[in-house]
T-cell receptor, first 110, second 115 residues
């Protein structure tokens, strides 16, 4: 069963903030939300993860709603190199399996 | 350099001819995993390993075998490959057990074509 739901595709103007949403309505209390991205057919690259609080690193910010049923990945100033498929992932209850969603294909437009 | 190394990167073979895709990591990670990626289906987990001699099935284990005799290596074995196993395969590893919040590091992928 799908653990996360993401829009299939999004566009963003270069230099603007890209906001990528993810629904994870069945998330349990001890499950983390992870974001990865994949450029072409390269191996997925880790971006950021969080449990309850909002998180920020050099790549992005992660905003998690208070009920934890959804989150948003924010790329503050999108560049052409940010064009990729972005995956929102929730770790399973057992903590051993990872369920990838179908991902959002982000296209940054010049 | 910390990395996950998969070999081969590309392979074209025929139905029924046993093959092994190797995966090695140099980060002393306990957790390792294999995924396959198909158009429209995203990444699906095949097998994972919590540590040496401990392996478990993921979502799509049929037709695959794995072994974890050493911490650094986690080979994926296709005993009798079939065309429906044509796919892009990724190996990944992460530190500690799956209960930790450590992210996975992915290899560069292996593209298999089974004719």
């Amino acid at each position: 069963d799908a653990k996360t739901t993401q829009p299939t595709s999004m566009d963003c103007a270069e230099g603007r903030a890209a906001n990528l949403p993810c629904n994870h309505s069945t998330i349990s209390g001890n499950e983390y939300v992870y974001w990865y991205r994949q450029i072409h057919s390269q191996g997925p690259q880790y971006i950021i993860h969080g449990l309850k609080n909002n998180e920020t690193n050099e790549m992005a910010s992660l905003i998690i709603t208070e009920d934890r049923k959804s989150s948003t990945l924010i790329l503050p100033h999108a560049t052409l190199r940010d064009t990729a498929v972005y995956y929102c992932i929730v770790r399973s209850n057992a903590g051993n399996q990872f369920y990838f969603g179908t991902g959002t294909s982000l296209t940054v437009i010049p | 350099e910390a990395q996950v190394t998969q070999n081969p990167r590309y392979l074209i073979t025929v139905t029924g001819k046993k093959l092994t895709v190797t995966c090695s990591q140099n980060m002393n990670h306990e957790y390792m995993s294999w995924y396959r990626q198909d158009p429209g289906l995203g990444l699906r987990q095949i097998y994972y390993s919590m540590n040496v001699e401990v392996t478990d099935k993921g979502d799509v284990p049929e037709g695959y075998k794995v072994s974890r005799k050493e911490k650094r290596n986690f080979p994926l074995i296709l005993e009798s490959p079939s065309p429906n196993q044509t796919s892009l395969y990724f190996c990944a590893s992460s530190s500690s057990r799956g209960y930790s919040n450590q992210p996975q590091h992915f290899g560069d992928g292996t593209r298999l074509s089974i004719l």
